[in-house]
């Protein structure tokens, strides 16, 4: 079948006067179905610096829009998820704001609104280093006067602070229920040196850091062969915990085998017991997103898993983490086959209570 053409002006000037729009809707506008075709000449556009792209995006599908009306994607942000748009709206209304006069969860989603937050390095008179975020519609001019008045340098007046986000509260532990509500996850803690499955003691302040790589593994299953282990995962119905929390009630017939630190890290979970119920792999060889089922005092519990092969995690990855699985309503272990910061391992008392941190 040939592609029938399209006119990269007529394309152009959609974009120019919809702003921002889905490729979606330029689609239907041109009332051609080459996807294709769209698509590479859209990057084109873009490549060309003609037609910008956001980091925002809905259903997986970027904006495109005209560089010369940033103000268009506005419009946009109402796509982002509820702790970003928050973020968004504090920082539209304040225009600049210091990095570390906020918690943890609105650093992070300073990072995240990439199309409307941009880091300002400043340094002070004393010699300083201080990063603040101005709203992408202000000038640099603009914030450095604003940021000085802040910090009242010159003698400026220093007006109050902007108020910050409410954190939100940390999922907190059930400690009755036979099968822990999505709500409410369990005070389940991966430990180094546990060989049977005890009943939880007191609740201490610190949380314990599960080791995943030292524990001794139960005794494994026979294995099937791989041909029909994979056909039987794919026909099999999802039971326990994750039916009850609504899981879909087949698994995915595909298993993303060709990635080696998918294999490595479901080969280790299995080894201690806990089961793949669904996988993604984000970034080959890089990063894992995975549904799973551990074995606690209390029964079958799932867990949201975020996996990632990196030298050293930060704490941006383990808040990253918490956020992804709160949306999930699930508790969360994150893996790693490196180091994580000592900050990030500081959060599990605070902002990350009752979430679970393992290496592979």
Not at 65 to 93: G, Q
Not at 123 to 137: A, E, H, I, K, N
Not at 326 to 342: D, I, M, Q, W
């Amino acid at each position: 079948m040939r592609l029938q053409p399209i006119d990269r002006e007529v394309l152009l000037k959609l974009v120019k006067e919809r702003s921002p729009v889905l490729p979606l809707d330029l689609k239907r506008a041109l009332n051609q179905g080459d996807s294709l075709l769209l698509g590479a000449m859209l990057s084109e556009l873009v490549a060309r610096k003609l037609v910008k792209i956001t980091h925002v995006k809905l259903g997986g599908s970027p904006y495109y829009y005209d560089p010369e009306k940033p103000e268009s994607i506005e419009k946009a942000a109402s796509n982002l998820n509820e702790k970003d748009y928050r973020t968004y709206n504090l920082l539209k209304e304040s225009k600049v704001l210091r990095d570390d006069e906020h918690d943890a969860l609105t650093r992070v989603s300073l990072r995240n609104i990439k199309d409307y937050a941009i880091n300002v390095p400043f340094t002070t008179p004393d010699g300083v280093q201080l990063s603040f975020w101005r709203y992408y519609l202000v000038t640099e001019a603009e914030a450095v006067p604003l940021i000085r008045q802040r910090l009242g340098i010159d003698g400026a007046a220093t007006p109050p602070p902007a108020a910050t986000l409410v954190t939100p509260q940390p999922l907190t532990s059930a400690t009755s229920s036979p099968i822990p509500s999505t709500a409410s996850p369990p005070p389940t803690s991966l430990t180094p040196s546990a060989t049977s499955v005890t009943p939880p003691s007191p609740p201490s302040p610190s949380v314990a850091v599960a080791d995943v790589t030292t524990a001794p593994a139960p005794a494994k299953p026979k294995r099937q062969s791989r041909k029909k282990s994979v056909a039987a995962t794919a026909g099999a119905p999802v039971t326990g915990t994750a039916a009850i929390l609504g899981v879909q009630q087949t698994l995915p017939s595909a298993e993303p085998v060709e990635d080696n630190f998918y294999g490595h890290v479901k080969r280790v979970l299995e080894e201690r017991g806990a089961r793949v119920l669904e996988g993604k792999v984000v970034k080959k060889e890089a990063e894992l997103d995975l549904l799973i089922e551990l074995q606690t005092p209390f029964g079958p519990t799932a867990y949201y898993c975020k996996a990632k092969s990196k030298k050293k995690s930060s704490e941006a990855d383990v808040i990253a983490a918490k956020l992804e699985g709160n949306t999930r309503h699930l508790p969360v272990l994150y893996l790693s086959n490196g180091e994580v910061a000592k900050k990030a391992l500081d959060l599990l008392s605070t902002t990350c209570k009752g979430m679970l941190i393992g290496k592979v």
